[in-house]
């Protein structure tokens, strides 16, 4: 299967890849992206002065919308109930499902789609690392927010640490709010379901479901507004590096092709028009099958016998 970048990010050689190959990569990449995020934890205090700060700003630029879409998805449970289960899950199945929908349908789209998502999460990592965000849900209760992951945690199988099943909240970072991933990878979704779908309603789905993710996040208080901005923030610029991200790729490829490739072995003489391949022969030697020419007039016991010209130019003397 053929594969070629999307226009718009970059064309390379047509490569071909397999989903054997592509799983177990996609595989190591996520568990990197997992471990990495649990090693950014930082200083507690630190990850509630950032929250602090970027709620400080929010408010005095009047973007507060986390706010009145908390105390709406409290007060409702019709609509926080479904947020919590699309906060919770479709994050995990929506990005790997348009993965492979990528990687069977348009897989000349593939690699470049696989590049962008790969390495805008690996921005998101250092973001985590260098800014450590305390999320909404987690301040304090005088900030007005309430977790509505815990609060109808009884309608799921999470428990009141993130999405996590229960009693595996120690096993995520919860301060790894900046930026918002979630609204990344499903900004990333989007896009391609725009670009490569055929009908309306992979148009429609495109539109939704990043707009939905924005205010899935906000709504259940794990989100700022500005951690949704700098998600997206996130993503531009996982575009923009794609095209050389794959061509340094191509680059160490080829250098490891051409290190490790086994030595070509001297290919053979047959059909070389010169018989001896530029090799001198000894004095007396014959190729085999060569009809011995017969000593011309006046040579001695010893003498070499001319060749064949000597003895057509001889002949025509």
Not at 51 to 61: P, Q, S
Not at 201 to 225: D, E, I, Q, S
Request: glycine share 10%; charged share 15%.
């Amino acid at each position: 299967m053929p594969q070629a970048e999307t226009p718009g990010i970059g064309v390379g050689p047509l490569t071909r890849l397999r989903w054997w190959t592509e799983l177990p990569l996609i595989l190591v990449v996520y568990a990197s992206y997992s471990a990495g995020r649990l090693l950014a934890r930082g200083d507690v205090s630190g990850a509630v002065d950032h929250g602090l700060a970027i709620l400080r700003l929010e408010k005095l630029l009047h973007i507060n919308a986390e706010h009145p879409l908390n105390r709406l998805f409290t007060r409702e449970a019709w609509l926080g109930v479904p947020a919590d289960f699309w906060y919770a899950s479709l994050h995990y199945l929506v990005t790997p499902a348009i993965l492979v929908w990528i990687f069977r349908r348009r897989a000349e789209h593939y690699r470049a789609a696989r590049t962008w998502l790969m390495t805008s999460t690996f921005i998101g990592l250092i973001g985590f690392s260098l800014m450590p965000t305390c999320p909404p849900r987690l301040l304090s209760a005088g900030h007005g927010f309430v977790d509505t992951m815990a609060h109808y945690s009884s309608y799921g199988w999470w428990g009141a640490e993130a999405s996590a099943p229960r009693g595996l909240g120690g096993m995520t970072n919860q301060y790894a709010a900046m930026p918002s991933l979630h609204v990344g990878w499903a900004l990333w979704c989007g896009v391609l379901l725009w670009r490569h779908g055929r009908s309306r309603w992979a148009r429609a789905a495109a539109v939704v479901y990043p707009l939905g993710t924005t205010f899935v996040v906000m709504g259940t208080a794990n989100h700022y507004l500005l951690d949704a901005v700098a998600g997206v923030a996130v993503m531009g610029v996982g575009f923009l590096l794609s095209r050389p991200v794959m061509r340094a790729a191509d680059a160490v490829s080829a250098r490891l092709r051409a290190r490790f490739a086994p030595v070509a072995e001297p290919s053979s003489a047959a059909g070389s028009p010169i018989v001896s391949a530029g090799c001198q022969t000894s004095a007396g030697e014959r190729i085999p099958r060569q009809p011995l020419s017969r000593p011309g007039p006046g040579a001695g016991p010893g003498a070499a016998p001319a060749d064949a010209g000597d003895g057509a130019a001889a002949a025509a003397r």
